[in-house]
C-alpha cells in the first residue's frame, strides 16, 4: 500500500460543486493524494503539518497550518499519519473533542498491536468519533486514477452519523463505500490489505500435493519399473510424457474438488433437516475457496492441451512411427483399419475438447468483470449447470481414454492401479451423488429445506438462527 510518490506534484483542478472544508493531518504520499483528489472533488482542504511552511509538493488550492489551527476549520479530521506518531495528538484533545476522526492507517504485520489503529486512537481521544476507513486504498490509486483494483473503501466506526459522513466523502470520490459496522471490525479491516492471497492458499497447496504426489506416482509405474525390470532408460520421459499424465489427473481431480464441497453440504442439510444450522468450518473454507479451485484446475487442464499439442513434433513420437512404418515394411504387412479403434479414440479426443470449451467458459465466468454483468441466475447455470456438465464430460475423456485398459492386470505395475484411474475416483463419487440428490424425491427434499422448511421441530430448536448465525 505505502507508495513513495514524493517526486509527484500534483495538478488538482477543483470542481465546480463546492462541499465542506476537511481537514488532513500528515503532508505525507497518502495525505496529498487524498487531498488533491478531495480538491478535485470540491472539498476545501486544509492540511494540518507540524511544518506548515516546508513543504512545496502540496496541492494547489490547498490550505497548510499547523495541526491545531487547521483542525479548528473542519469537523472531520483525515489522519493521514503512522500509529506511531499519534500520541502528539493528546495535545490536541480540545480541539479535536466531537469532531469525527477518520483513521486510514495500516501496518506492517497482521495482527502487530493488541487493539486495532482505530480502536488505539478512540482511546486516546475518548470524545472524538473514529472512523475507520480508506486504509485499503493506495496513494497511487488515488493519484493516478487507476482505482478499479481498490475501489472499495471499508468503513466502520461506532456513531452512525459520523460514518454516514465519511461514506457521503468516499462517494463523492468515485469510489465505493462498504460499511463494516462498529469499530471492533477495524481490525479485520486493518488486517485485509496485509493478507497475501488467501483465498488461494489452499487451493495452491492441494495442487502442489497433488502434482508431486501424482508426479512420483507416475515415475515410479512407469519409468522407474521399466528400468527396474526391464533394463531399459527412458528417464526422457519425465520432461512430457509424464508431466502430460499428472496434469490432467491434477486437473480432473481439482475439478471434482470445486464440486464436492456442494454434495457434502446437500447431504449435511439432508441428514439435519434444515439450512439454519451452520456447516462445519472445514467445509465452510473449501466452499469459499471453490473459485480459486476452479481457475488452478483450469490452469492444469491448459498445461495438458498444450502438451498434448506439441505431441506430434516430439523426437520420440516420430522415431517410434518410422520404426512402425519401416518394420511393416520389411515384413511386408499392412496394418487393419480398426473402425473401434478409431471410434474410441476420436470420441475422446472429441469430448476432451468439449470438455475444455466449457472449462475456459467456466473460467471466464468466474472473472469479476464477467460475473457483475451476469444475474444471479445465470452465474448459477454456468457455473452449477455447465460446471457438472464440464466433470461429465472431462470424466467421460477420461473413461474413453482408460477404456478397457484396467480389464488387464498386466497393466498394473507392481499391482499399483493405473495413474489414470486415481484421476476418477473422485469425479465419479461426485456425478453418483449428484445424480442420486437429483432423482425427484430427493430434489424437492434439499428444494425444500433451502426454502426454510425444516423436517421437525427440534432441528428448529437447534438452529443457530437464533443466535443471529446462519448457514448458507
Ligand atoms: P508518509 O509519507 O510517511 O507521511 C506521514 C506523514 O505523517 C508525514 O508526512 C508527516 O507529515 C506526518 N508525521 C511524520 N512523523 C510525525 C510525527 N512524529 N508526528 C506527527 N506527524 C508526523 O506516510 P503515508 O504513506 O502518507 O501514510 C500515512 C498513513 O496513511 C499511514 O498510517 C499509512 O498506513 C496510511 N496509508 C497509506 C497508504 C499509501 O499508499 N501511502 C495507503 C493507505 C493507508 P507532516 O510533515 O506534514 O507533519
Redesign the pocket.
Known amino acids: ?3 513513495n ?2 517526486n509527484m506534484i500534483p495538478l488538482c483542478a477543483g470542481s465546480s460543486e463546492k462541499h465542506d472544508t476537511v481537514c488532513i ?9 487524498l487531498g488533491c483528489k478531495m480538491l478535485q472533488c470540491g472539498y476545501s482542504v486544509v ?5 506548515p511552511g ?2 512545496s509538493l502540496l496541492p494547489k488550492g490547498a490550505e497548510v497550518l499547523g495541526h491545531k489551527e487547521a483542525a479548528k476549520r473542519a469537523s472531520i479530521v483525515i ?5 506511531d ?1 499519534y500520541e ?1 495528538l493528546t495535545e490536541l484533545t480540545d480541539v479535536l473533542d466531537g469532531k469525527v476522526l477518520v483513521d ?4 506492517l504485520k497482521i495482527n502487530q498491536y493488541p487493539e486495532s ?1 482505530a480502536q488505539y486512537l478512540a482511546q486516546l481521544i475518548p470524545r472524538a468519533k473514529v472512523v475507520k476507513a ?7 490509486a488515488l493519484q493516478s486514477g487507476t482505482l478499479d483494483a481498490s475501489r472499495q473503501v471499508f468503513v466502520c466506526g461506532d456513531d452512525q452519523k459520523s460514518k454516514q459522513m465519511v461514506m457521503d466523502i468516499v462517494r463523492t470520490l468515485g469510489l465505493t463505500p462498504l460499511d463494516q459496522g462498529s469499530l471492533l471490525v477495524a481490525k479485520e479491516v486493518e488486517n485485509y ?1 496485509l493478507q497475501l492471497f488467501p483465498m488461494w492458499r489452499l487451493p495452491i497447496y492441494i495442487a502442489t500435493c497433488l502434482t508431486v504426489f501424482v508426479f512420483l506416482y507416475c515415475l515410479l509405474t512407469d519409468v522407474i519399473y521399466t528400468y527396474v525390470l526391464e533394463g531399459r532408460d527412458i528417464s526422457f520421459r519425465t520432461a512430457i510424457s509424464i508431466p502430460n499424465k499428472v496434469f490432467p489427473i491434477v486437473s480432473l481431480t481439482m475439478l471434482g474438488l470445486v464440486y464436492l464441497p456442494g454434495i457434502i453440504a446437500s447431504i449435511l442439510q439432508l441428514y439435519r433437516g434444515t439450512k439454519y444450522s451452520r456447516f462445519p468450518n472445514w467445509l465452510d473454507q473449501w466452499m469459499l475457496c471453490r473459485k480459486q479451485l476452479g481457475l488452478v484446475a483450469l490452469a492444469f487442464a491448459f498445461l495438458h492441451v498444450l502438451y498434448t499439442l506439441v505431441i506430434p513434433i516430439r523426437y520420440y513420437v516420430k522415431w517410434r512411427s518410422n520404426y512402425y512404418v519401416i518394420n511393416q515394411i520389411k515384413k511386408n504387412e499392412t496394418s487393419v483399419f480398426e473402425t473401434k479403434a478409431a471410434w474410441r479414440t476420436d470420441s475422446y479426443i472429441a469430448l476432451g475438447m468439449l470438455g475444455f470449451l466449457f472449462y475456459v467458459i467456466l473460467g471466464i465466468t468466474s472473472l469479476p468483470s464477467v460475473s457483475n454483468v451476469v444475474n444471479w441466475r445465470e452465474f448459477r447455470f454456468v457455473q452449477s449447470k455447465l460446471g457438472y456438465l464440464t466433470l461429465l464430460l472431462c470424466t467421460g475423456h477420461t473413461l474413453i481414454f482408460g477404456w478397457d485398459k484396467f480389464l488387464y492386470t498386466s497393466r498394473y505395475r507392481w499391482y499399483l492401479p493405473l495413474p489414470y484411474m486415481l484421476s476418477l475416483v473422485i469425479p465419479c463419487i461426485v456425478l453418483v451423488i449428484k445424480f442420486v440428490l437429483m432423482t425427484p424425491c430427493v430434489d424437492k427434499t434439499i428444494t425444500k429445506i433451502r426454502q426454510g422448511w425444516e423436517r421437525s421441530p427440534k432441528s428448529a430448536e437447534q438452529s443457530t438462527y437464533k443466535n443471529g448465525s446462519i448457514a448458507v
Open positions: 500500500m505505502e507508495t510518490m514524493s493531518f500528515g503532508t505525507g504520499d497518502f495525505g496529498r493524494s492540511f494540518g503539518s507540524r511544518n516546508a513543504s489522519l493521514a499519519i503512522h500509529r506518531h502528539f486510514v492507517s495500516n501496518n489503529n480508506f486504509n485499503t486504498v493506495s496513494a497511487w490489505p
